[in-house]
């Protein structure tokens, strides 16, 4: 069932029928707004630690995190497809050789792994420069923020991983994120899609697990087909209305 902060659109379900370029402008505007209305008097900072871009451009889109254009920093994992390990990794590592050009190959990073398909023609062009100076200040931007935000901080990651991958991961995480940032008051808060149960590791207070199942199977959230219907509309409001909570709980 749709949740009720639907109504403020006055939409009802359709069957998975793909919503027009109008009806989802309307209805996105309108539920952004209230979410940033609801969040309005909390200052917090969001940092997304991946998988994918969903984090960054799902929050955004929903209200819950400002867009570049109003002032956010673009983070070295806002824009990149990574495991949560090769994540870890970096921030383990301080990013050391993240943009040295002989492991920056054809939209991929040989030292730490993962992808970048926003990035692949700048990986590609003239030994990496482009790449290696957006990234070089995408590291700068999220070190300022971890170390200089005056607001609570919220480490966000959501994933479909399962069983001993999702354990490894998180646990690496944790480890990794109280080993460099102990002296930072953080929350890290990860999001799973497919109905794993919390690892041990979640305690939820610093480390905060939330279940929000992808509406099936297939589902592909870049892909209008899934995202412009009333599965996908109903996902993305299940989304933001649990990292909301939290924040209110939290910030």
Not at 53 to 66: H, N, S
Not at 76 to 95: E, G, Q, R, T, V
Not at 133 to 158: A, C, G, M
């Amino acid at each position: 069932m749709l949740y009720k902060n639907l109504d403020i659109c006055g939409k009802s379900p359709k069957g998975g029928i793909l919503w027009s370029s109008e009806e989802l402008a309307d209805f996105i505007g309108k539920f952004s707004a209230n979410n940033a209305r609801d969040l309005s008097d909390k200052k917090y900072k969001i940092i997304s630690l991946g998988d994918c871009c969903f984090t960054r451009q799902m929050l955004t889109w929903m209200g819950i995190k400002p867009s570049k254009a109003n002032g956010e920093l673009t983070h070295p994992f806002d824009l990149s497809a990574n495991s949560l390990s090769n994540i870890a990794d970096c921030i383990y590592n301080d990013f050391k050789h993240f943009c040295d050009p002989e492991f920056i190959k054809n939209n991929t990073h040989t030292l730490y792994g993962g992808s970048y398909p926003h990035d692949e023609s700048d990986m590609i062009e003239n030994d990496a420069a482009k790449f290696r100076i957006t990234y070089l200040r995408r590291i700068s931007n999220f070190y300022e923020d971890v170390y200089y935000t005056k607001s609570s901080l919220f480490f966000i990651n959501v994933n479909e991983s399962r069983g001993e991958e999702l354990v490894n991961n998180a646990e690496k995480m944790i480890a990794t994120l109280h080993t460099k940032f102990s002296n930072i008051n953080y929350k890290f808060v990860m999001v799973n899609g497919v109905g794993e149960k919390s690892p041990l590791a979640f305690d939820g207070e610093k480390n905060i697990y939330i279940n929000c199942d992808k509406p099936y199977e297939e589902y592909r959230w870049h892909e209008s087909k899934h995202l412009h219907t009333d599965a996908g509309m109903e996902y993305a409001c299940d989304f933001s209305f649990k990292i909301k909570e939290v924040l209110k709980k939290y910030a």
